[in-house]
T-cell receptor, first 116, second 112 residues
Framework: EPEVTQTPSHQVTQMGQEVILRCVPI?????FYWYRQILGQKVEFLVS????????KSEIFDDQFSVERPDGSNFTLKIRSTKLEDSAMYFC??????????????FGEGSWLTVV | GEDVEQSLFLSVREGDSSVINCTYT??????LYWYKQEPGAGLQLLTY?????DMKQDQRLTVLLNKKDKHLSLRIADTQTGDSAIYFC????????????FGTGTKLQVIP
Protein backbone atom coordinates (compact mmCIF):
# COMPACT_ATOMS: atom_id res chain seq x y z
CA GLU A 1 0.00 0.00 0.00
CA PRO A 2 1.39 3.46 -0.86
CA GLU A 3 2.59 5.46 2.10
CA VAL A 4 3.95 8.85 3.06
CA THR A 5 7.63 8.62 3.91
CA GLN A 6 9.59 11.06 6.03
CA THR A 7 13.27 11.65 6.69
CA PRO A 8 15.01 11.88 9.02
CA SER A 9 13.17 9.86 11.62
CA HIS A 10 15.04 11.70 14.36
CA GLN A 11 17.20 14.80 14.31
CA VAL A 12 19.00 16.61 17.09
CA THR A 13 19.99 20.18 16.36
CA GLN A 14 21.42 23.12 18.24
CA MET A 15 19.26 26.12 18.94
CA GLY A 16 19.54 28.67 16.17
CA GLN A 17 20.40 26.15 13.49
CA GLU A 18 18.36 25.60 10.37
CA VAL A 19 16.57 22.30 9.92
CA ILE A 20 14.97 20.78 6.85
CA LEU A 21 12.52 17.94 7.25
CA ARG A 22 11.77 15.94 4.15
CA CYS A 23 8.68 14.11 3.01
CA VAL A 24 7.65 12.08 0.00
CA PRO A 25 3.85 12.22 -0.22
CA ILE A 26 1.83 9.49 -1.86
CA UNK A 27 2.10 9.68 -5.62
CA UNK A 28 -0.83 11.41 -7.34
CA UNK A 29 -1.97 13.11 -4.15
CA UNK A 30 -2.76 16.78 -4.56
CA UNK A 31 -2.85 18.16 -1.01
CA PHE A 32 0.12 18.17 1.33
CA TYR A 33 0.37 19.08 4.99
CA TRP A 34 2.64 19.48 7.92
CA TYR A 35 1.44 18.89 11.47
CA ARG A 36 3.36 18.78 14.69
CA GLN A 37 2.91 17.10 18.05
CA ILE A 38 4.77 18.38 21.06
CA LEU A 39 5.42 15.51 23.47
CA GLY A 40 2.22 14.57 25.27
CA GLN A 41 0.12 17.18 23.52
CA LYS A 42 -2.36 17.46 20.67
CA VAL A 43 -1.51 17.05 17.03
CA GLU A 44 -1.52 20.60 15.67
CA PHE A 45 -1.99 21.80 12.12
CA LEU A 46 0.87 23.86 10.70
CA VAL A 47 0.29 24.32 6.99
CA SER A 48 -1.47 22.96 3.93
CA UNK A 49 -0.12 23.14 0.40
CA UNK A 50 -1.97 22.79 -2.86
CA UNK A 51 -1.21 23.67 -6.45
CA UNK A 52 2.34 24.73 -5.53
CA UNK A 53 1.35 27.26 -2.93
CA UNK A 54 0.35 27.49 0.70
CA UNK A 55 -3.43 27.21 0.96
CA UNK A 56 -3.75 27.65 4.71
CA LYS A 57 -1.43 28.09 7.66
CA SER A 58 -1.86 28.26 11.40
CA GLU A 59 -0.56 30.94 13.74
CA ILE A 60 2.22 28.53 14.70
CA PHE A 61 3.56 28.72 11.15
CA ASP A 62 5.39 32.02 11.48
CA ASP A 63 8.22 33.49 9.44
CA GLN A 64 10.66 30.92 10.82
CA PHE A 65 8.86 28.21 8.86
CA SER A 66 8.68 27.63 5.15
CA VAL A 67 7.58 24.82 2.88
CA GLU A 68 8.66 23.87 -0.57
CA ARG A 69 7.97 21.30 -3.22
CA PRO A 70 11.31 21.44 -5.03
CA ASP A 71 10.50 18.68 -7.48
CA GLY A 72 7.62 16.39 -8.36
CA SER A 73 8.01 14.12 -5.37
CA ASN A 74 9.48 15.86 -2.31
CA PHE A 75 7.75 18.21 0.12
CA THR A 76 9.97 19.91 2.67
CA LEU A 77 9.52 21.87 5.87
CA LYS A 78 12.31 24.29 6.77
CA ILE A 79 12.75 25.86 10.17
CA ARG A 80 15.15 28.75 9.75
CA SER A 81 16.43 29.31 13.27
CA THR A 82 15.27 26.60 15.63
CA LYS A 83 14.12 27.34 19.15
CA LEU A 84 13.85 24.98 22.09
CA GLU A 85 10.07 25.04 21.79
CA ASP A 86 10.30 23.69 18.24
CA SER A 87 11.15 20.29 19.71
CA ALA A 88 8.32 18.05 18.58
CA MET A 89 7.30 15.24 16.27
CA TYR A 90 6.59 16.67 12.83
CA PHE A 91 4.15 14.76 10.67
CA CYS A 92 3.83 15.10 6.95
CA UNK A 93 0.54 14.12 5.36
CA UNK A 94 -1.07 13.97 1.95
CA UNK A 95 -4.53 13.60 0.53
CA UNK A 96 -5.86 12.70 -2.93
CA UNK A 97 -8.28 15.61 -2.96
CA UNK A 98 -10.48 13.89 -5.50
CA UNK A 99 -12.39 10.67 -5.92
CA UNK A 100 -14.21 8.58 -3.37
CA UNK A 101 -11.44 8.80 -0.79
CA UNK A 102 -10.53 12.34 -1.73
CA UNK A 103 -10.85 13.60 1.79
CA UNK A 104 -8.76 10.89 3.40
CA UNK A 105 -5.53 12.19 4.85
CA UNK A 106 -2.60 9.82 5.19
CA PHE A 107 0.20 10.55 7.62
CA GLY A 108 3.84 9.63 7.60
CA GLU A 109 5.68 8.06 10.53
CA GLY A 110 6.92 11.44 11.68
CA SER A 111 10.27 13.17 12.17
CA TRP A 112 11.23 13.69 15.77
CA LEU A 113 13.10 16.99 16.17
CA THR A 114 15.03 17.71 19.35
CA VAL A 115 16.45 21.19 19.77
CA VAL A 116 19.18 21.50 22.40
CA GLY B 1 -12.27 27.97 15.83
CA GLU B 2 -12.93 24.26 15.75
CA ASP B 3 -12.55 22.27 18.92
CA VAL B 4 -12.48 18.49 19.36
CA GLU B 5 -12.60 16.93 22.81
CA GLN B 6 -12.02 13.39 24.06
CA SER B 7 -11.66 11.73 27.42
CA LEU B 8 -8.01 11.14 28.19
CA PHE B 9 -7.95 7.55 29.31
CA LEU B 10 -9.86 4.27 28.95
CA SER B 11 -9.03 0.90 30.44
CA VAL B 12 -10.73 -2.34 29.34
CA ARG B 13 -10.16 -6.05 29.73
CA GLU B 14 -9.03 -8.12 26.79
CA GLY B 15 -12.04 -9.51 24.93
CA ASP B 16 -14.39 -6.75 26.08
CA SER B 17 -15.64 -3.96 23.83
CA SER B 18 -14.08 -0.51 24.02
CA VAL B 19 -16.01 2.66 23.31
CA ILE B 20 -14.06 5.85 22.77
CA ASN B 21 -16.06 9.06 22.64
CA CYS B 22 -15.46 12.39 20.98
CA THR B 23 -17.31 15.68 20.77
CA TYR B 24 -16.69 18.45 18.28
CA THR B 25 -17.95 21.98 17.81
CA UNK B 26 -17.82 22.60 14.07
CA UNK B 27 -21.32 21.99 12.75
CA UNK B 28 -20.05 22.19 9.18
CA UNK B 29 -17.62 19.29 9.58
CA UNK B 30 -17.55 17.20 6.44
CA UNK B 31 -15.56 14.16 7.45
CA LEU B 32 -14.69 12.70 10.83
CA TYR B 33 -11.77 10.37 11.39
CA TRP B 34 -10.27 8.01 13.88
CA TYR B 35 -6.50 7.65 13.96
CA LYS B 36 -4.43 5.26 16.07
CA GLN B 37 -1.00 6.13 17.41
CA GLU B 38 1.17 3.48 19.00
CA PRO B 39 4.08 4.58 21.22
CA GLY B 40 6.73 6.43 19.22
CA ALA B 41 4.92 5.77 15.96
CA GLY B 42 2.99 7.74 13.39
CA LEU B 43 -0.72 8.28 12.91
CA GLN B 44 -2.49 5.32 11.40
CA LEU B 45 -5.85 6.04 9.79
CA LEU B 46 -8.33 3.53 11.18
CA THR B 47 -11.57 4.65 9.66
CA TYR B 48 -13.58 7.70 8.70
CA UNK B 49 -17.20 8.66 8.28
CA UNK B 50 -18.88 11.22 6.10
CA UNK B 51 -21.04 13.68 7.98
CA UNK B 52 -24.27 12.55 6.32
CA UNK B 53 -23.85 9.01 7.69
CA ASP B 54 -24.95 7.73 11.09
CA MET B 55 -22.89 4.59 11.29
CA LYS B 56 -20.03 2.81 9.62
CA GLN B 57 -18.79 -0.68 10.38
CA ASP B 58 -15.40 -2.03 9.39
CA GLN B 59 -14.56 -5.46 10.83
CA ARG B 60 -14.12 -4.96 14.60
CA LEU B 61 -14.64 -1.20 14.36
CA THR B 62 -17.99 0.57 14.52
CA VAL B 63 -18.24 4.33 14.19
CA LEU B 64 -21.38 6.10 15.34
CA LEU B 65 -22.09 9.72 14.50
CA ASN B 66 -24.74 11.85 16.15
CA LYS B 67 -24.58 15.00 14.10
CA LYS B 68 -27.24 16.79 16.13
CA ASP B 69 -25.22 16.39 19.34
CA LYS B 70 -21.88 16.61 17.48
CA HIS B 71 -20.84 13.34 19.07
CA LEU B 72 -18.69 10.66 17.50
CA SER B 73 -17.78 7.30 18.97
CA LEU B 74 -15.50 4.42 18.06
CA ARG B 75 -16.39 0.96 19.27
CA ILE B 76 -13.74 -1.75 19.13
CA ALA B 77 -15.22 -5.22 19.51
CA ASP B 78 -13.23 -8.02 21.16
CA THR B 79 -10.45 -5.64 22.21
CA GLN B 80 -6.96 -7.14 22.05
CA THR B 81 -3.72 -6.14 23.76
CA GLY B 82 -2.48 -4.97 20.36
CA ASP B 83 -5.23 -2.35 20.41
CA SER B 84 -3.46 -0.53 23.24
CA ALA B 85 -2.60 2.88 21.82
CA ILE B 86 -3.74 6.48 21.73
CA TYR B 87 -6.82 7.05 19.60
CA PHE B 88 -7.38 10.45 18.03
CA CYS B 89 -10.67 11.74 16.79
CA UNK B 90 -10.31 14.34 14.04
CA UNK B 91 -12.63 16.43 11.95
CA UNK B 92 -12.22 18.01 8.57
CA UNK B 93 -13.71 21.44 8.25
CA UNK B 94 -15.57 22.74 5.27
CA UNK B 95 -13.02 25.45 4.58
CA UNK B 96 -12.02 23.93 1.29
CA UNK B 97 -8.39 23.03 1.90
CA UNK B 98 -9.04 19.94 3.94
CA UNK B 99 -7.45 21.05 7.17
CA UNK B 100 -8.04 18.51 9.92
CA UNK B 101 -8.41 19.36 13.60
CA PHE B 102 -7.41 16.68 16.08
CA GLY B 103 -8.80 15.87 19.48
CA THR B 104 -6.70 15.49 22.58
CA GLY B 105 -6.42 11.72 22.14
CA THR B 106 -7.69 8.88 24.33
CA LYS B 107 -5.15 6.45 25.70
CA LEU B 108 -6.62 2.94 25.57
CA GLN B 109 -5.11 0.42 27.95
CA VAL B 110 -6.07 -3.21 27.40
CA ILE B 111 -5.61 -5.42 30.43
CA PRO B 112 -4.82 -9.07 29.65
Amino acid sequence: EPEVTQTPSHQVTQMGQEVILRCVPISNHLYFYWYRQILGQKVEFLVSFYNNEISEKSEIFDDQFSVERPDGSNFTLKIRSTKLEDSAMYFCASSPGTGGSGNTIYFGEGSWLTVV
Amino acid sequence: GEDVEQSLFLSVREGDSSVINCTYTDSSSTYLYWYKQEPGAGLQLLTYIFSNMDMKQDQRLTVLLNKKDKHLSLRIADTQTGDSAIYFCAEMDSGGYQKVTFGTGTKLQVIP
